[in-house]
């Protein structure tokens, strides 16, 4: 059971690439969200999926973009990278509703040249 | 902005020594979980608070959660190195998650 798995680990663009993040989730949770990770910021959601065929923008959505391909896939888009993109952005995925606990991916560290 | 305030923002302690991080909300949260993230991991869920004044307890952790629902601790007992990392709060406001800026935590042996 891998839980929450998200490719790849590290990537280096350079700016105005783009790239999509993967995340899939075999737990057969409803819900999943991307966030980013800033030292000093905590995580900040990006975006979220309630459900399969729904996404709504979160806390910092600029620059990015979402598609929850089915109810195990989740990725994250962007379409012309920033330096100020450069984070380390985690999936999760919830079971269903805001009471349940949060299963986190180990991350895709991303670096923006 | 940021919603959900956390302090402090690193903390060191003996081995031993009790530990305690605060998070603060400006808006009244429906509930808060807290998570813990080792250094180089991914944030683990250690617990969610839903009831206004609830305490809960796992072994040498207690976690609080205010009466007017907008703030919240967690306090570590005698801590130990296995303690170190990251402890973070998130506060649900609507349907969005607001996690806390985190508090590090490093423990000296």
């Known amino acids: 059971n891998a839980g929450v798995t998200q490719t790849p680990k590290f990537q280096v663009l350079k700016t105005g690439q783009s790239m999509t993040l993967q995340c899939a989730q075999d737990m057969n949770h409803n819900s999943m969200y991307w966030y980013r990770q800033d030292p000093g910021m905590g995580l900040r959601l990006i975006y979220y999926s309630a459900s399969e065929g729904t996404t709504d923008k979160g806390e910092v959505p600029n620059g990015y973009n979402v598609s929850r391909l089915n109810k195990r896939e989740f990725s994250l888009r962007l379409e012309s990278a920033a330096p100020s993109q450069t984070s380390v952005y985690f999936c999760a995925s919830e079971l269903a509703g805001t009471n349940q606990p949060q299963h986190f991916g180990d991350g895709t560290r991303l670096s923006i040249l | ?109």
Not at chain 2, 34 to 60: A, C, D, N, T
Not at chain 2, 64 to 92: M, P, W
Request: net charge positive; aromatic share 12%; charged share 15%.
């Open chain 2, 1 to 109: 902005g940021q919603q959900v305030m956390q302090i402090p923002q690193y903390q060191h302690v003996q081995e031993g020594e009790d530990f305690t991080t605060y998070c603060n909300s400006s808006t009244t949260l429906s509930n808060i979980q807290w998570y813990k993230q080792r250094p180089g991991g991914h944030p683990v869920f250690l617990i969610q608070l839903v009831k206004s004044g609830e305490v809960k307890k796992q072994k040498r952790l207690t976690f609080q959660f205010g009466e007017a629902k907008k703030n919240s601790s967690l306090h570590i007992t005698a801590t130990q190195t296995t303690d170190v990392g990251t402890y973070f709060c998130a506060g649900l406001n609507g349907n969005q998650f607001y996690f806390g800026t985190g508090t590090s935590l490093t423990v000296i042996p």
